[in-house]
Nanobody
Framework: QVQLVESGGGLVQAGGSLRLSCAASGIIFSINAMGWYRQTPGNQRELVAS???????NYADSVKGRFTISRDNAKKMVYLQMNSLKPEDTAVYYCNTKIVTWRGRPENDYWGQGTQVTVSS
């Protein structure tokens, strides 16, 4: 069983910063891509940023230059540093990882429970 635990959300004023963290635990053989998604009421979950096991990153256009994704493979963690936050960044943020639990098995998607980020104007 794999668990993802997120932390770091909260309330911040526009222009401020927050850092989200996500820790993976359980039966893990390898972790491939890791990423952050966000969702607002009535909308689909959207990709914010992702990072491969080798390090290349991908960002949504709306966060480029403001958000930075990183990972610590030894700790099985992924981070999202969010700077210059805007009210439109307000959403529930979800950690996503693609994990292989046993050698030879295909990877599966795992999701965190979500953490609320609220940016006030």
């Amino acid at each position: 069983q794999v668990q993802l635990v997120e932390s770091g959300g909260g309330l911040v004023q526009a222009g401020g910063s927050l850092r989200l963290s996500c820790a993976a635990s359980g039966i893990i053989f390898s972790i491939n891509a890791m990423g952050w998604y966000r969702q607002t009421p009535g909308n689909q979950r959207e990709l914010v940023a992702s990072i491969t096991s080798g390090g290349p990153t991908n960002y949504a256009d709306s966060v480029k230059g403001r958000f930075t994704i990183s990972r610590d493979n030894a700790k099985k963690m992924v981070y999202l540093q969010m700077n210059s936050l805007k009210p439109e960044d307000t959403a529930v943020y979800y950690c996503n990882t693609k994990i292989v639990t046993w050698r030879g098995r295909p990877e599966n998607d795992y999701w965190g429970q979500g953490t609320q980020v609220t940016v006030s104007s």
